[in-house]
């Protein structure tokens, strides 16, 4: 096992074992916490590792775990899966930083449960980072879900609950219902679930066969937050504020529509769906999703509700640069996921900030807030103005 392949599975590991290392150091904050930015940072220093063979043409893999023959857990670094990776293990250990103060100052509950199921979620985006195969990547997306819905319900309130049943009805239902049968169906089609160059399904499906499979993987990829199948995140605004972040710009969103660049690039293939008019719809949804969202978003009193739905409207450029069919829109459309990752943290940063401050999460209570907060408003501005 060489250098590339051991870093691999280290990017599993690392978060795992720091899980396993804050659980057992439930009676001692600060070697829990310290062990949270440890296993952070360590991660990114493991991915970065990766960069480097990645831009020389090489495409280290490494199987973690074979079920079935032909039915593995398997890891590959490819430039798609990189830039997911980097952003997602360069922002935990910034989320980490944030998240101690803001657990400290609000007297957050159950703080090492927090720090546990956060680790796992980083864990889990590795996964879907690096997935070899669409078998991994519905393995760790659903590990995702699981690990973040005792995130949404940190609080324990009636409405904390609620929005838990939510994000656990839409999320679930939708990788069960239609993202499962896809996977099978794709292996049916194709006797293998290997992401490939070029498209898995490249000259095994067409006409209206296509379009439905396609609008299975697109719909059950519920994580992207496309309308209708959105509600699941202005819902668990109610989580605190770091938790929000992971879920906008470090791991749960991001983690849905990279999933659907994926599906688009390595399973379809973007000659195949260049020939039909099978992805015609895609763009339409997400245009929709985009102004719909936006329009939604300037309605909100909520501050952490506004920028729910901006977030569900910038990341259907996303998708709509995806959906495009182009090299260099698909090139755009990855590099906007790390763009809004960082404008976003900015902001739910700076959202917290104001709420650990004055208490207060309506945009119409926060009449001179920036003379208050001159600096927290200043990097509110930049992210506002990154968007």
């Not at 519920?222 to 699941?232: F, I, N, Q, S």
């Amino acid at each position: 096992m060489n250098g590339a392949e051991t870093a691999l599975l280290l990017s599993l590991a690392l978060p795992g074992l720091g899980a396993v290392g804050i659980a057992l150091c439930a009676s001692r904050p600060n070697l829990r916490e310290g062990i949270t930015l440890g296993a952070a940072l360590l991660l990114f220093l493991n991915v970065a590792t990766l960069l480097s063979p990645v831009l020389a043409g090489a495409r280290p893999s490494a199987v973690v775990l074979e079920w079935l023959p032909g039915l593995t857990l398997a890891l590959k670094a490819e430039p798609l899966g990189m830039i997911f990776a980097l952003v997602a293990s360069l922002l935990w250990p910034i989320n980490s930083l944030y998240s101690i103060g803001y657990v400290r100052a609000n007297r957050e509950e159950h703080q090492t449960r927090y720090y546990v199921c956060f680790a796992i979620a980083l864990m889990a985006a590795m996964g879907i980072a690096f997935a070899a195969n669409l078998f991994t990547l519905f393995v760790f997306y659903e590990l995702l879900t699981l690990s973040t819905y005792p995130l949404v319900t940190h609080k324990g309130t009636s409405e904390a609950v609620r929005a838990g049943r939510v994000y656990l009805g839409i999320l679930i239902g939708t990788s069960i219902g239609l993202l499962l049968p896809a996977i099978l169906w794709t292996y049916v089609l194709a006797d293998n679930l290997d992401f490939m160059p070029g498209g898995l399904l490249a000259g095994k499906v067409q006409g209206p066969e296509l379009t439905l499979l396609l609008g299975l993987y697109m719909l059950g990829i519920g994580k992207a937050a496309l309308m209708p199948l959105h509600r699941w995140l202005p819902a668990a605004m109610v989580a605190p504020t770091p938790v929000s972040a992971l879920l906008h710009a470090v791991a749960v969103v991001k983690a849905g529509v990279f999933s659907i660049i994926k599906v688009l690039v390595y399973v379809f293939g973007e000659d195949l769906l260049r020939q039909t008019p099978a992805s015609d719809w895609l763009l339409y949804l997400a245009g929709f999703t985009i102004i719909v969202a936006s329009l939604i978003a300037l309605r909100q009193n909520n501050l952490k509700r506004r920028l729910a739905y901006s977030t569900i409207s910038q990341l259907s450029y996303v998708i709509l640069g995806a959906a495009i069919l182009a090299p260099l829109s698909t090139l755009g459309a990855a590099l906007h996921v790390a763009a809004h990752a960082f404008g976003k943290i900015t902001l739910f940063f700076a959202a917290g900030s104001i709420y650990t401050a004055a208490h207060k999460t309506d945009i119409s209570d926060l009449n001179g807030i920036g003379r208050r907060m001159p600096w927290t408003m200043g990097a509110f501005a930049v992210g506002t103005l990154s968007m």
